[in-house]
């Protein structure tokens, strides 16, 4: 159960200790990269039967994220994703409003497939509060002021090039998770910009195996070209517990 502390910040206890809601960063870096695939891939690698692939002109949406985090209030750790845009089973949301503002519809988000976390207090923080389907292991990042290189482990490394772009606000992110027999949706309003441009330079290449890689290669990611790429520096967001909408049906084995 949460504590609060004198100014009304929830503590929350976890496997590895405590830590104060919401969780912040204040400086990092991000790169996100959302590809084209087919909704029959982007099923196949869905963890849920409550959520399916968003259809956008006959094809899936699916993010691939890097995030270095250089200050936060539970210490710099750096986190690589793979997401699929859905919506809840049997609900019909508009995407024009998903393309707009997609905080503001609730039948649709980001279903996590992959989330692979430098450090084991993020991981587990993630894990036992948000439901995310982390796991710890190597994450090296280097940004630099038109480039970014991210080497994930030994599964696959993630190249990006980009001189210019065009500066727009950032968007909130928007999480489904399940939790515990919940079913959870999280909103993330951010406070930095992003600069899109480079999408034809992104190059993943697979290097070995894990959970992530296999997932890239399901989706066919080391051989497509992303339709849009977004570069941020200076991140800063608070990141809350995500708002129960629904339970999880029993599974019968």
Same mark, same amino acid.
Request: proline share 5%; with cysteine.
């Given at each position: 159960?949460?504590? *609060?502390? *004198?100014? *009304? /910040? ?11 809601? =919401? ?7 991000? #790169? ?11 099923? @196949?690698?869905?963890?849920?039967? #409550? $959520? ?13 994220? @890097? ?8 210490? !710099?750790?750096? +986190? ?9 089973? &049997? ?10 503002? #997609?905080?503001? %519809? ?29 796991? %710890? ?22 190249? /990006?090039? @980009? ?6 606000? &950032?968007?909130? $992110?928007?999480? $489904? ?11 993330? !309003? %951010? +406070? /930095?910009?992003?600069?899109?441009? &480079? ?11 894990? =959970?992530? @890689? ?19 520096? /200076? ?13 999880? =049906?029993?599974?019968?084995?």
């Amino acid at each position: 159960m949460a504590e *609060s502390t *004198s100014d *009304s /910040h929830p503590i929350e206890r976890i496997s590895l200790g405590e830590l104060e809601l =919401p969780v912040r960063v204040t400086d990092g870096s991000s #790169l996100a990269c959302i590809y084209r695939v087919s909704l029959d891939a982007a099923r @196949a690698v869905l963890l849920s039967n #409550l $959520f399916e692939p968003v259809s956008v002109g006959g094809d899936a949406l699916v993010q691939v994220t @890097a995030l270095q985090y250089d200050e936060t209030s539970i210490g !710099p750790y750096n +986190e690589f994703g793979v997401m699929v845009m859905v919506q809840r089973s &049997g609900s019909t949301p508009s995407r024009m409003r998903m393309l707009m503002s #997609l905080e503001n %519809v609730e039948d649709a988000g980001w279903y996590v497939v992959n989330l692979a976390v430098s450090t084991g207090f993020a991981c587990a923080a993630g894990r036992e509060l948000w439901g995310y389907p982390g796991y %710890v292991t190597q994450v090296d990042t280097e940004f630099d002021r038109d480039e970014a290189q991210v080497i994930l482990n030994e599964e696959l490394v993630l190249e /990006h090039r @980009a001189r210019f772009g065009i500066t727009v606000p &950032g968007r909130p $992110f928007v999480y $489904f998770s399940e939790l515990e027999g919940r079913l959870l949706r999280t909103v993330v !309003p %951010v +406070e /930095h910009s992003q600069r899109m441009g &480079g999408a034809r330079s992104v190059r993943i290449q697979v290097t070995g195996d894990g =959970p992530t @890689a296999e997932t890239v290669r399901r989706l066919g990611l080391d051989r497509r070209r992303p339709m849009f790429a977004a570069r941020a520096d /200076h991140v800063k967001l608070a990141l809350r517990l995500g708002i129960p909408i629904g339970s999880v =049906p029993i599974r019968i084995s």
